[in-house]
């Protein structure tokens, strides 16, 4: 009976010493260059979430490099840490493509999302507010496919996610490592809800952002088209806000297939907007890749095309 009780200790420890430390579990594997793993990044503005620094390979600090900021950093490197088992690749396309000489040196800061109120990070604020009481609701009391509320609560604080990004974290990414601090080396991207909000910092802040790549933008903020005020509030905000084209890069892409079919009313519409405001081949590029679903698999296939188009040597 001693021995049975000793193991049955032994267990019990096991599994709370295993609770007290997911970051382990948490780090991503890779295949090309280093991560360096922030757990619980601390903020002021938004709920702690973990930071993903990529450095390439021949990493020097006597070196200055490029800054890309990604949004929903857990899906980047590793699919054994994804619910979905899918992964972007980044590791494997940055260092291919930094090997080949195609971009130039940069090194890649992850932004783990934070899970249960990813939408009220990402979905921009501004063109929300200009909806009144009653259209601001049926976003909020919006269902996903699987039938569970998309907001999980009644607020949205994008404004402050990007005080995050803009006052935090980047102040620190430019102390810790040897980077290039302006506009013209600083890029912002992301997919879906996280292409929608990588736009709007650039919009918001095209002093500090030069170029932004947004895959598959989530232009509808939920999961329909019908009676949703989100895409037309978007647009009005876009139509005032897009930054000049003078210094600043825009990458656009969109499927046809699962969710990305959405898309496919509203990306037309936000191009006219950026031919508008002086946008051409030169600094703009919107792609549609017909087949293409809505997944982590779809955008690795592409990564190369809005890594080229923002970080190419020019």
């Not at 922030?38 to 620094?53: C, G, H, L, M, T």
């Not at 003078?246 to 079919?261: A, L």
């Not at 037309?268 to 600094?283: E, H, I, Q, V």
């Amino acid at each position: 009976m001693q021995f049975h009780s000793l193991i049955r200790i032994c267990l019990v420890t096991a599994i709370l010493f295993s609770l007290q430390i997911p970051a382990h579990a948490q780090v991503p594997m890779i295949s090309s260059g280093t991560i360096r793993h922030i757990e619980k990044f601390p903020s002021k503005y938004v709920a702690q979430r973990n930071i993903d620094i990529w450095l390439p390979e021949d990493y020097d600090p006597k070196r200055s490099y490029a800054v890309l900021y990604m949004q929903d950093g857990r899906s980047l490197f590793d699919s054994s840490i994804m619910w979905n088992r899918q992964e972007w690749g980044m590791d494997e396309t940055m260092g291919l493509l930094l090997k080949e000489k195609k971009i130039r040196d940069c090194i890649v800061v992850g932004i783990w999302n934070s899970e249960s109120t990813r939408h009220n990070d990402y979905l921009p604020q501004q063109p929300f507010e200009t909806l009144s009481k009653d259209l601001r609701d049926t976003l909020f009391t919006a269902k996903r496919l699987s039938g569970q509320p998309v907001y999980t609560q009644y607020q949205i604080w994008s404004d402050y996610y990007l005080r995050f990004l803009v006052k935090e974290l980047k102040p620190y990414i430019d102390s810790a490592f040897s980077t290039l601090k302006g506009p013209l080396n600083t890029f912002i991207a992301g997919s879906s809800m996280g292409g929608l909000v990588s736009l709007y910092a650039i919009c918001e802040y095209p002093e500090v952002f030069g170029g932004a790549a947004c895959l598959s933008t989530h232009w509808t903020g939920i999961f329909r088209v019908e009676n949703n005020p989100f895409p037309a509030a978007m647009m009005n905000y876009l139509s005032t806000h897009l930054p000049s084209p003078r210094d600043h890069r825009i990458y656009f892409d969109y499927g046809t297939e699962t969710i990305d079919s959405l898309y496919q009313g509203f990306q037309p519409l936000a191009d006219k907007l950026m031919k508008k405001r002086g946008y051409s081949s030169a600094n703009w590029i919107t792609k549609k890749f017909t087949g293409a679903d809505h997944s982590e698999n779809a955008w690795r296939r592409r990564l190369d095309m809005p890594l080229t188009f923002l970080l190419g040597k020019r």
